[in-house]
């Protein structure tokens, strides 16, 4: 992690358009995750503006406007713990529940790579939206919420698991963390359509925010295990009392932030950070670049189908071949079924 900078106030009229700068502060911009710390509340965490990467996402897949913004919030609690890790690895969020949007999945891939998908009825989906009954709560019904830690082959996976039921996904992951790590955390997640002008009109683009922070205090007696495993810290020291008034007056600050700041590309997440905590200061740290990039490749595929018996290789041939597309990506890969010897 970078070192430290000290924050700046930025006037609105000084915004350029892409890396708005005062003086030699740089503003991390859309699709970067901005760490900061919180010294004398110790206070550490993370946010982020999703622009343009989270509108490709959403926009090739199509999904309905419900689905998409139940991904988006996915998504951007994804890469504010995805990006947390401090190893190559992988951060997986997925849901599995009975309501008519039964899962959604973020994967998050060290160091910057971030897919997404979800999975829903179309038809007990139009039934909610012509009701007028489309809450997160409707849409996703009663379940699970898994976070995995991947860390690769020959090593075993960490996995938290929490009920959803009659929550939402940012109060599931407040659960998770009081459940699963014992950090005191919160956070707020938002998501919109915002008009954007451009060459032949205005365009709605998606848009989306959060902002993590967690109770991790440096003194002895205070200290915490890690926020992720790979972090430093002993998971042996005693957990300090959430009732802090340094993590009361952390909840009462959150407490006032308005959904509009965190997806507004005028603010950015410095100066929603400065709006936050200036009268403490705040060091925010260099921002951590997440991408729509997926895992997916030709050779992959055809390694799984190197795999299939010769009568699965007939079942999966479909107008003499055989066509296999990315649920995440949404790329298809054909293949002639004669390229693999098990067909003969």
């Known amino acids: 992690m970078a070192a430290p900078r000290s924050f700046v106030m930025l006037e609105t009229h000084q915004l350029a358009e892409h890396q ?16 900061f710390e919180v010294g004398p509340l110790d206070v550490r965490g993370r946010t982020v503006q999703l622009g343009p990467m989270l509108d490709a996402i959403l926009s090739r897949h199509d999904y309905p406007e419900p689905v998409a913004r139940l991904l988006a919030e996915a998504c951007v609690l994804t890469v504010l713990l995805g990006t947390s890790l401090k190893f190559e690895g992988k951060f997986i969020l997925q849901t599995r529940t009975d309501g008519p949007v039964d899962m959604l999945v973020a994967d998050f891939s060290t160091p910057q790579a971030l897919r997404a998908y979800a999975r829903f009825d179309a038809d ?23 976070l995995t830690i991947d860390q690769g082959a020959h090593t075993q996976r960490y996995q938290g698991i929490v009920q959803l039921d009659g929550e939402t996904l940012e109060e599931a992951a407040r659960t998770y963390f009081r459940q699963s790590e014992q950090i005191p955390t919160d956070l707020r997640l938002s998501v919109a359509k915002l008009l954007t002008p451009g060459v032949g009109g205005a365009r709605e683009q998606w848009r989306a925010g959060g902002i993590l922070a967690q109770f991790l205090p440096q003194s002895p007696e205070r200290m915490r295990v890690p926020d992720l495993p790979g972090g430093d810290g002993d998971p042996r020291e005693e957990i300090h009392d959430p009732a802090d008034n340094s993590w009361q007056e952390l909840l009462a600050l959150l407490g006032t932030i308005e959904p509009t700041e965190m997806i507004d590309p005028t603010i950015g997440a410095e100066r929603l950070l400065y709006r936050l905590f200036h009268e403490h200061g705040v060091h925010v740290f260099g921002g951590v670049p997440v991408a729509d990039q997926c895992s ?6 055809r390694g799984i189908l190197e795999g299939f018996s010769a009568d699965e290789i007939r079942d999966s041939t479909e107008d003499g071949g055989i066509h296999v597309a990315c649920e995440f990506c949404s790329k298809q890969y054909d293949f002639d079924p004669a390229e693999f010897g098990s067909a003969q």
């Open 124 to 146: 007990r989906l139009e039934a909610l939206t012509s009701a007028g009954e489309t809450s997160q709560q409707t849409l996703l019904g009663s379940g699970v919420l898994a």
């Open 296 to 301: 997916c490749s030709k050779e992959k595929i």
């Open 20 to 35: 708005p700068k005062l003086g030699e502060f740089g503003y991390a911009g859309d699709d970067h995750v901005v760490p």
